[in-house]
Protein backbone atom coordinates (compact mmCIF):
# COMPACT_ATOMS: atom_id res chain seq x y z
CA UNK A 1 0.00 0.00 0.00
CA UNK A 2 1.28 3.56 -0.99
CA UNK A 3 0.34 6.49 0.75
CA UNK A 4 0.68 10.24 -0.40
CA UNK A 5 0.99 13.48 1.87
CA UNK A 6 0.73 16.79 -0.10
CA UNK A 7 1.84 19.63 1.92
CA UNK A 8 3.13 23.67 1.20
CA UNK A 9 -0.38 24.87 0.58
CA UNK A 10 -1.63 28.39 1.10
CA UNK A 11 -2.78 31.94 0.18
CA UNK A 12 -0.54 33.57 -1.94
CA UNK A 13 -0.84 36.99 -3.70
CA UNK A 14 -0.63 36.85 -7.62
CA UNK A 15 3.07 37.35 -9.12
CA UNK A 16 4.26 34.85 -5.75
CA UNK A 17 5.60 31.63 -5.60
CA UNK A 18 4.64 28.63 -3.57
CA UNK A 19 6.64 24.99 -3.26
CA UNK A 20 4.75 22.31 -2.63
CA UNK A 21 5.85 18.50 -1.69
CA UNK A 22 4.13 15.17 -1.93
CA UNK A 23 5.69 12.44 0.37
CA UNK A 24 5.00 9.04 0.03
CA UNK A 25 5.27 6.39 2.13
CA UNK A 26 5.13 2.66 1.48
CA UNK A 27 7.45 1.00 -1.65
CA UNK A 28 7.32 2.77 -4.50
CA UNK A 29 10.13 1.40 -5.65
CA UNK A 30 10.55 0.27 -9.59
CA UNK A 31 9.95 2.05 -12.86
CA UNK A 32 7.04 4.62 -11.60
CA UNK A 33 5.37 8.43 -12.74
CA UNK A 34 4.76 10.78 -10.78
CA UNK A 35 2.36 14.02 -11.27
CA UNK A 36 0.08 16.83 -9.99
CA UNK A 37 -3.16 17.29 -10.87
CA UNK A 38 -5.30 20.29 -9.70
CA UNK A 39 -9.09 20.73 -9.03
CA UNK A 40 -11.13 23.77 -8.92
CA UNK A 41 -14.27 24.28 -8.09
CA UNK A 42 -17.10 23.33 -10.75
CA UNK A 43 -13.94 22.00 -13.12
CA UNK A 44 -12.41 18.67 -13.96
CA UNK A 45 -9.18 17.23 -12.47
CA UNK A 46 -6.55 18.39 -14.45
CA UNK A 47 -3.41 16.73 -14.90
CA UNK A 48 -0.75 19.97 -14.81
CA UNK A 49 2.60 17.71 -14.69
CA UNK A 50 4.39 14.80 -14.51
CA UNK A 51 7.86 13.07 -13.40
CA UNK A 52 9.53 9.63 -14.08
CA UNK A 53 11.19 7.53 -11.54
CA UNK A 54 14.02 8.59 -14.22
CA UNK A 55 13.51 12.20 -13.97
CA UNK A 56 11.89 12.87 -17.27
CA UNK A 57 9.10 15.45 -16.90
CA UNK A 58 5.86 16.94 -19.10
CA UNK A 59 3.81 19.85 -18.13
CA UNK A 60 0.52 21.39 -19.56
CA UNK A 61 -0.09 24.33 -21.20
CA UNK A 62 -1.20 26.28 -18.91
CA UNK A 63 2.00 25.64 -16.16
CA UNK A 64 4.92 25.56 -18.75
CA UNK A 65 7.82 27.71 -18.03
CA UNK A 66 6.39 29.03 -14.38
CA UNK A 67 5.73 25.50 -12.93
CA UNK A 68 8.63 22.76 -12.62
CA UNK A 69 8.09 19.43 -11.10
CA UNK A 70 11.39 17.81 -9.27
CA UNK A 71 11.67 14.45 -7.06
CA UNK A 72 14.18 12.74 -4.56
CA UNK A 73 13.66 9.48 -4.98
CA UNK A 74 15.79 8.83 -1.76
CA UNK A 75 13.21 9.91 0.18
CA UNK A 76 9.94 9.26 -2.02
CA UNK A 77 9.34 13.01 -2.23
CA UNK A 78 7.99 14.82 -5.28
CA UNK A 79 8.09 18.66 -5.55
CA UNK A 80 6.26 20.98 -7.60
CA UNK A 81 7.87 24.98 -7.95
CA UNK A 82 5.30 27.57 -8.94
CA UNK A 83 6.01 31.08 -9.87
CA UNK A 84 4.04 33.68 -11.33
CA UNK A 85 1.26 32.64 -9.58
CA UNK A 86 -2.02 33.55 -11.02
CA UNK A 87 -5.58 33.45 -9.80
CA UNK A 88 -6.21 30.89 -12.18
CA UNK A 89 -3.88 28.97 -10.93
CA UNK A 90 -6.01 29.00 -7.59
CA UNK A 91 -6.99 25.10 -6.68
CA UNK A 92 -6.77 21.68 -4.85
CA UNK A 93 -3.35 20.47 -5.74
CA UNK A 94 -3.16 16.47 -6.03
CA UNK A 95 -0.24 14.27 -6.27
CA UNK A 96 -0.36 10.63 -8.03
CA UNK A 97 1.85 8.09 -8.86
CA UNK A 98 1.29 5.16 -10.96
CA UNK A 99 3.38 1.66 -10.28
CA UNK A 100 3.97 0.66 -14.06
CA UNK A 101 5.00 -2.58 -12.97
CA UNK A 102 1.63 -3.57 -10.86
CA UNK A 103 -0.34 -1.07 -12.98
CA UNK A 104 -1.96 0.64 -9.96
CA UNK A 105 -2.03 3.76 -8.90
CA UNK A 106 -2.73 6.01 -5.64
CA UNK A 107 -3.93 9.62 -4.95
CA UNK A 108 -3.55 11.94 -2.31
CA UNK A 109 -6.14 14.35 -0.27
CA UNK A 110 -5.13 17.46 -1.60
CA UNK A 111 -3.45 20.58 -0.63
CA UNK A 112 -5.13 23.93 -1.23
CA UNK A 113 -3.55 27.00 -3.32
CA UNK A 114 -5.37 29.87 -3.34
CA UNK A 115 -3.42 33.07 -5.15
CA UNK A 116 -5.59 36.16 -4.82
CA UNK A 117 -5.20 39.10 -7.32
Known amino acids: QVQLVESGGGLVQAGGSLRLSCAASGSIFGTNVMGWYRQAPGNVRELIGSITSDGLTTYADSVKGRFTISRDNAKNTMYLQMNSLKPEDTALYIC???????????WGQGTQVTVSP
Open 96 to 106: NVFLVVVTRQY
